[in-house]
């Protein structure tokens, strides 16, 4: 389904699809067409609803493809490590009708981006790291290697 208007709409949609990768460390809709991964959005986030965004289902008509009338729910259950600033800001972002989707300067005032009562750090990473008694070092840096091949240890060398 086309539409032909292009404006920062799209472009947040992508960010909020992106962003959401990144989150993932995934490809968040991963389809082999873009039929397919409108399928795979509303499987996932919900379909639109008639009232809500007439002109999707005009085309549909047109096209001779019918909408799944599939319940809304939040990407919160695709990123279970964001925050819930990240999830909300997602949310808004991946609203497939342009209409309802927030512009940039709207995003950019979002609490993501500023909370009035932290001080902003670019290296401290919004995702919320999972609950658990396991150390990412035991797990990832004991036998390092590079496609199953063995690291060596380059510290006992001396220049």
């Known amino acids: 389904m086309k539409f032909v208007k292009y404006d920062e709409k799209v472009d ?6 992106i962003m959401g990768e990144m989150y993932r ?14 399928r ?4 996932a986030l919900g379909s639109p ?3 809500e965004w007439p002109e999707a289902y ?3 008509e047109a096209l001779g493809f019918e909408i799944p009338q599939l319940p809304k729910r939040s990407i919160g259950f695709k990123v279970d490590l964001a925050s ?3 999830i909300d800001l997602m949310d808004q972002m991946l609203n497939l009708n342009p209409k309802d989707r927030p512009d940039i300067k709207t995003i950019l005032g979002h609490p993501y981006f500023s909370k009035p009562e932290e001080t902003f750090n670019p290296f401290v990473s919004p995702v919320v790291p999972p609950k658990t008694n396991e150390s990412f070092a035991n797990n990832y840096f004991t036998e390092p290697t590079f496609g199953g091949e063995m690291v060596p240890n380059f510290a006992h060398i001396v220049n």
């Open 25 to 38: 460390m995934a490809p968040a809709f991963w389809g082999r067409n873009a039929l397919d991964q409108l």
């Open 58 to 60: 005009k085309k549909a």
């Open 84 to 86: 819930e600033d990240a």
């Open 49 to 51: 609803k008639k009232h």
């Open 12 to 17: 947040v949609l992508a960010i909020g699809w």
């Open 40 to 43: 795979i959005y509303w499987y």
